[in-house]
């Protein structure tokens, strides 16, 4: 496995539980034009602060095709409001545009490598991955904002354009790992890259 995903590469597949009570599989969006797969969670100031930027784009580019799904990976017992009652609670509260799954192994953040909360992978028609990093330049605090990477990727994508900036650093709070073996950062960075 690479160190996370690269261009060019499919989307691996997942079979995890939603906070609206139903499973999905990589296939429950096989009539999805694209896809934006973004590991996420419910603690991070960095998720916290750019939700909202991330709701705008996801409603902005649904009636094009694009369907956004959320992963939590993060390990409950680094972060106790990580868990899945905490998740589907704050979905209950935002109704934000998107499927949140629990991936409470970690297996599906491993096979992506995914590295931040959040971390984006933006996927074509063929399931092929065309762009991963950053969703925006100042996720934290969006007052702060002077590059949406991912409305530029999906505005490209949807147009039928080449992704312009393919691969960028993901900035945010590292995914929390169940065990030491698994961490690549320390548990507890929140730093940027």
């Known amino acids: 496995m690479a160190f996370t ?15 609206d009570g139903r499973q999905y599989t990589i296939e429950s969006f096989n009539d999805d034009r694209f896809l934006v797969v973004f590991f996420t969670c419910n603690h991070c100031p960095y998720v916290i602060g750019s939700d909202e930027v991330t709701r705008k784009t996801a409603e902005k580019f649904a009636e094009k095709g694009v369907k956004f799904i959320g992963i939590n ?4 017992h ?12 704050r979905m209950k509260e935002y109704q934000f545009p998107w499927i949140y799954l629990y991936d409470e192994s970690q297996e599906v953040a491993l096979t992506y490598g995914a590295l931040r909360t959040p971390h984006f992978y933006v996927f074509d028609e063929n399931r092929t991955l065309v762009y991963t990093g950053r969703g925006v330049d100042s996720p934290r605090d969006a007052s702060r904002i002077t590059v949406n990477d991912l409305d530029r990727t999906l505005e490209e994508l949807t147009s039928g ?7 960028t650093n993901p900035i945010g709070c590292n995914v929390k790992w169940e065990g030491k073996e698994k961490h690549w950062m320390p548990a507890d ?5």
């Open 189 to 193: 960075a929140c730093d940027l890259v």
């Open 73 to 76: 990976s993060n390990s409950k």
């Open 161 to 167: 354009k080449k992704i312009s900036v393919p691969v």
């Open 5 to 19: 995903l690269e261009i060019g590469e499919k989307a691996p597949y997942f079979d995890l539980p939603a906070t």
């Open 78 to 89: 680094t972060y106790a409001e990580d868990d899945f009652d905490h998740m589907v609670a």
